[in-house]
């Protein structure tokens, strides 16, 4: 038996693995990245980034390598009656102007999962391919863990810390004894991927919640290839011909099916952890959370679980311990996943409901979707961009509304984004105030905003007006765009470190 270690070692290299690798790497740390399978999956699984998960690669420095494989699924076409035009919701023409990605984003998980390890790799560390976790201890200040390679070799690696990155089924969350309440709805869908030769517009996907059972038609990157899910009966197993006569009777589509790349059955429920964490064991992703695929939050909410832990761990290393900030990993993520379970729940449970109430859902879906105003909440709350996290000691005061949530985006006076101007791997002041030696404007006499040593104008105050931000204050932000505490600066850097215990210098 061999012994060797890392500072973390990360068990599971799905998307939220690799994306914790990454970003302990950026974060300064050593880390090992184990995975049972024996090579990188080839199933296109989870189809859909958003926008807020998209600003995390952004973050990484790997967005680019992702839009470069996917498409934009700008528009949602739902169809609720047979004679009547589709409401369309145009995610173009919504109020997207605090991000740069104003769509979802249609990329197979697959795929996704090739980027990751393609920026795992340039930072140096490769997957261990075919490495199982078989058994683990903690001990004082690290992690013992007992793995079998794909020689069937044992080593005993040694880690300061140890996440649970390993899917539903986590091996991680067995041996640390942490239980999953496990909710099955009692619904099946079935999904396939399938080549077709029609025309659907670029980057539209279309909804039929029709009398016979729901139908969702979506985009992928590859011309002729359409992601199916059906609502279907328990039980049913579907080939090419059950396709194309399903995909017919619910919306009177000829569908000519050449192909399935790719299909599936599953019945849907949810799950979440009791405990995200037990003393120097984390679990993240489907480890943690389960949740039904309706609306593509699950492998979205894992890769933000990674964003997040990152940050605290390193804070955690330069203060020499800042517990309150690890404890918030659980506090913060473990209810902003209870709430996406209980908004995708709802979703299903409406797109499966009984066969007796399915034509008054669809004259409400109408009338509802047709308003602006919901169908931007209905755009940005699937992109994640106006999602909450739970509160925790490490917030501040809920009372000012973004606090706890992200901080908006906008264009800024010199051409940049307001993102562009926080750090990636610390805490940034933004101080709003007049000040006089602003970038590129030495001069200027009126509001701006400081950002450390520098700053840029605000020409009217429009960005501190559209985040309610008052003059003389400060916006503490974190790396992960979060806006942790609002307040008097100096105030707030004594209330801070009185709070959590962390110096402000290990921020």
Same mark, same amino acid.
């Given at each position: 038996m061999s012994q060797s270690g890392a500072d973390?070692?990360?068990?599971?290299?799905?998307?939220?693995?690799?994306?914790?690798?990454?970003?302990?790497?950026?974060?300064?740390?050593?880390?090992?990245?184990i995975d049972s399978k024996p090579s990188p999956s080839r199933l296109s699984k989870a189809l859909v980034l958003h926008a807020r998960t998209m600003e995390v690669f952004e973050s990484m420095g790997m967005v680019d390598r992702v839009l470069d494989t996917g498409e934009r699924f700008v528009a949602l076409n739902v169809h609720t009656h047979a004679k009547r035009p589709p409401v369309r919701i145009d995610l173009l023409k919504r109020n997207w102007h605090d991000t740069r990605y104003p769509f979802w984003f249609s990329i197979p998980q697959c795929e996704t999962e090739r980027c990751l390890v393609e920026h795992l790799e340039s930072l140096g560390v490769r997957v261990e391919w075919?490495?199982?976790? %078989?058994?683990?201890?903690?001990? +004082?200040? #690290?992690?013992?863990?007992?793995?079998?390679?794909?020689? @069937?070799?044992?080593?005993?690696?040694?880690?300061?810390?140890?996440?649970?990155?390993?899917g539903s089924q986590s091996r991680t969350r067995e041996l640390t004894g942490i239980e999953m309440d496990y909710r099955p709805y009692g619904i099946?869908?079935?999904?396939?991927?399938? %080549?077709?030769?029609?025309?659907? +517009?670029? #980057?539209?996907?279309?909804?039929?919640?029709?009398?016979? @059972?729901?139908?969702?038609?979506?985009?992928?990157?590859?011309?002729?290839?359409?992601?199916?899910?059906?609502?279907?009966?328990k039980g049913a197993q579907l080939g090419i011909a059950d396709w194309a006569k399903l995909v017919f009777e619910r919306t009177g589509l000829a569908f000519d099916i050449q192909d399935l790349a790719w299909h599936s059955h599953f019945r849907l429920g949810h799950g979440l952890a009791q405990r995200y964490r037990h003393e120097r064991v984390f679990?993240?992703?489907?480890?943690?959370?389960?949740q039904s695929p309706v609306g593509g939050q699950g492998l979205n909410t894992g890769i933000q679980d990674a964003h997040d832990l990152a940050w605290r761990l390193a804070t955690d290393k330069r203060a020499g311990g800042a517990e309150k900030l690890l404890d918030g990993y659980a506090t913060e993520r473990r209810p902003f996943a209870e709430r996406v379970i209980r908004y995708t729940s709802r979703a299903t449970r409406m797109l499966a409901a009984p066969r007796a109430i399915r034509p008054f859902r669809n004259k409400l879906a109408r009338r509802f979707l047709g308003f602006t105003v919901l169908q931007e909440r209905f755009g940005r709350g699937i992109g994640m961009l106006d999602s909450r996290c739970g509160g925790s000691e490490t917030l501040g005061d809920f009372s000012r509304p973004w606090v706890g949530r992200r901080l908006p985006n906008p264009l800024l006076w010199n051409g940049q984004r307001l993102h562009d101007r926080i750090d990636d791997l610390r805490h940034?002041?933004?101080?709003?105030?007049v000040v006089d030696d602003l970038?590129?404007?030495?001069?200027?006499?009126?509001?701006?905003?400081?950002?450390g040593e520098g700053g840029l104008p605000d020409p009217g105050g429009v960005v501190a007006g559209a985040l309610g931000a008052r003059p003389g204050e400060r916006w503490l932000v974190r790396p992960d765009r979060i806006v942790a505490e609002i307040g008097e600066p100096q105030a707030l850097e004594a209330k801070f470190f009185r709070e959590i215990g962390c110096p402000v210098a290990a921020l």
């Open positions: 973390v070692l990360i068990v599971g290299a799905g998307p939220t693995g690799l994306t914790a690798g990454s970003e302990l790497i950026r974060h300064g740390f050593s880390v090992r990245v075919g490495t199982e976790l %078989r058994e683990l201890s903690q001990h +004082g200040n #690290g992690v013992s863990a007992r793995v079998t390679d794909a020689s @069937g070799s044992t080593q005993e690696l040694e880690a300061d810390w140890l996440l649970g990155c390993d099946e869908f079935a999904l396939a991927d399938a %080549r077709a030769d029609v025309d659907l +517009g670029t #980057g539209e996907g279309h909804v039929f919640p029709t009398k016979q @059972g729901a139908l969702m038609i979506a985009p992928t990157p590859t011309e002729g290839l359409f992601r199916l899910i059906a609502h279907v009966e679990l993240l992703g489907d480890a943690a959370h389960v940034t002041a933004v101080d709003f105030d970038d590129g404007a030495a001069a200027w006499p009126g509001p701006g905003l400081r950002f």
